[in-house]
């Protein structure tokens, strides 16, 4: 099963992820499992970049000059991780592999209205650093708050979740 979505980011811009659980093998036509070895994290990242930002190219969607101006950044602005395993009789690590990849792009937790001011603030997500720099909340107006929400939303009958196998 393979997820693309997007979510708000700790100052509510948005930020692309594909999320993917994949079995370490594959099964034969006799029904046994034929391991895979382990994947080189780093050259699935490059292959998988150059792969969507040769899409984004071809569709009109990124001229070249951008795509060189990519290029000749020190991160790739793309990363892959490949996680521990999750054994087939841990339901309570399945549920939380899927609680995290379907959970929502943003969080009611840290949105607010102020009625009076007409404002609608977005709090920054609490940082895991010790001495983070302080992050400002997002202010917007209403209508641009309503917008920046909706920007999620994926298209009617848009695929956001792919099932694959059995």
Request: proline share 7%.
């Amino acid at each position: 099963m393979s997820s693309s979505r997007c979510r708000a980011t700790a100052t509510a811009s948005i930020s692309i992820h594909i999320h993917a659980i994949a079995s370490r093998g594959v099964w034969s036509a006799d029904g046994s499992f034929e391991p895979i070895p382990a994947l080189d994290s780093r050259q699935l990242m490059l292959r998988f970049r150059h792969h969507a930002l040769r899409n984004l190219l071809a569709c009109g969607r990124m001229g070249q000059a951008t795509l060189d101006i990519l290029d000749r950044f020190h991160h790739p602005g793309f990363s892959a991780y490949e996680g521990e395993g999750v054994d087939a009789d841990d339901s309570a690590a399945r549920e939380r592999l899927a609680s995290y990849i379907i959970h929502a792009p943003f969080s009611l937790a840290r949105l607010h209205y102020d009625r009076e001011a007409g404002i609608v603030t977005y709090d920054p997500r609490p940082s895991s650093r010790s001495n983070p720099p302080p992050t400002p909340a997002e202010r917007f107006s209403p209508l641009d708050a309503l917008a920046a929400l909706t920007a999620h939303i994926p298209a009617k009958g848009q695929q956001v979740v792919r099932y694959y196998g059995e």
